[in-house]
């Protein structure tokens, strides 16, 4: 079974704090994802990493920065948190392609306070 | 430009019956994949169903449909014989497939299903 984890399930962050968002993968993807999912908006892409050390923006990067200096690792930072990223976070990976569907981890709820 | 559109935020249904969730996409490319995707209240993402753009036959798996109308735009997730386990929300996406992007995967807003008994 494919297995994606995300480091944690639930995180409470003070404002201006750097946070780290871990993910890990075990299947050998190339691709990775984070999401943020809010509600009436659904998922929306935060960055996308194509292979190790590269990435592409995705829909709302601006507060964020992502690292992949493994293949099986992705990370998610908040440089400064704020109280508008209090959200859930989804990471997801995948084989390269179309036509393949994307392994979701557990998400990590957080709040930023 | 929203790449992804539902623009049903919840749909209700009686056991048994037959639903269609509405999906709209954007973009120029050839090559996508489009794919429904359930999420219980539990949270997790459980994959349902893909479509190709190049598949002349709409996709089926089980009790789930997608109509794809290529002209149109749109990839409809069709539920046969709803059962209470499908209450949840649905999410529709698509994979591009042009350069950097290739392979990136993008979201719509979802869809809350309540399935009354």
């Known amino acids: 079974d494919v297995k994606v984890t995300q480091s944690s399930r639930y995180l409470v962050k003070r404002t201006g704090e750097k946070v780290f968002l871990e993910c890990v993968q075990d299947?050998?993807?190339?691709?990775m994802f984070w999401y943020r999912q809010d509600p009436g908006l659904g998922l929306r892409l935060i960055y996308f990493?194509?292979?190790?050390?590269?990435?592409e923006k995705g829909d709302i990067p601006e507060g964020y920065s992502v690292s992949r200096e493994k293949k099986e690792r992705f990370s998610l930072i908040l440089e400064s948190a704020s109280t508008n990223q209090t959200s859930m976070y989804l990471c997801?990976?995948?084989?390269?392609?179309?036509?393949?569907?994307?392994?979701f981890g557990q998400g990590t709820r957080l709040t930023v306070v | 430009a929203q790449k992804i559109t539902q623009t049903q935020p919840g749909m209700f249904v009686q056991e048994k019956e037959a639903v269609t969730l509405d999906c709209t996409y954007d973009?120029?490319?050839?090559?996508?994949?489009l794919f429904w995707y359930k999420q219980p209240s539990s949270g997790e993402m459980i994959f349902l169903i893909y479509?190709?753009?190049?598949?002349?036959q709409n996709a089926t798996e089980g009790r789930y449909s997608l109509n794809f109308q290529k002209a149109r735009k749109s990839a409809n997730l069709v539920i046969s014989a709803s059962q209470l386990g499908d209450s949840a929300m649905y999410f529709c996406a698509m994979r591009e497939g042009w350069g950097t992007s290739y392979g990136k995967l993008t979201f719509g807003q979802g869809t809350i299903l309540t399935v009354h008994p």
């Open positions: 299947m050998d993807h190339e691709n």
């Open positions: 973009t120029s490319d050839q090559s996508y994949g």
């Open positions: 990493s194509y292979d190790v050390k590269m990435k």
């Open positions: 997801a990976s995948s084989v390269t392609g179309v036509a393949t569907e994307a392994f």
């Open positions: 479509q190709g753009s190049y598949d002349e």
